[in-house]
């Protein structure tokens, strides 16, 4: 298991406001569900990379790349269609774990310094055009 890209996903889902509660409801979820027991200082060492990473993305969407989403997604994930969107929205691009909105499959979040936007159900190439005008216009 990747915790810090697990973190990542917690980050993201939480918009970077991460509380302890939070940490411990993941960490007994996935020893309920999956079976997997994770050392919880190993996993606030992996937040706490997490949360420098999300702060630092000023201007950034990033993409879900798990389960329902990965399933039912428009949108390449290779690294050289992430950098082709990210040349026609001006902005970086990064594919990341879950964003806890699996219903919305797939999931995109757009992060700013001062706005987070998520967008769900992007399965479409209309859908997705729609989504990068609003991320343009954002950026603008």
Do not use: N
């Amino acid at each position: 298991m990747d915790l810090t890209r697990a973190a990542l996903s917690l980050v993201i889902h939480k918009q970077g406001a991460v509380t302890e509660i939070d940490v411990d409801d993941l960490l007994d979820r996935y020893k309920r569900k999956q079976g997997i027991a994770i050392d919880k200082a190993d996993f606030l060492q992996a937040l706490s990379h997490a949360l420098q990473h999300y702060e630092s993305r000023t201007k950034c969407l990033f993409v879900c790349t798990e389960g329902p989403c990965q399933k039912a997604t428009f949108i390449h994930t290779d690294p050289t269609s992430l950098q082709k969107l990210s040349r026609e929205l001006g902005c970086e691009v990064e594919d990341t774990g879950c964003h806890w909105q699996c219903e919305l499959a797939p999931v995109l979040t757009f992060k700013t310094e001062t706005t987070v936007r998520r967008f769900g159900s992007c399965a479409s190439e209309q859908k997705l055009g729609d989504m990068c005008e609003v991320v343009k216009r954002l950026l603008c």
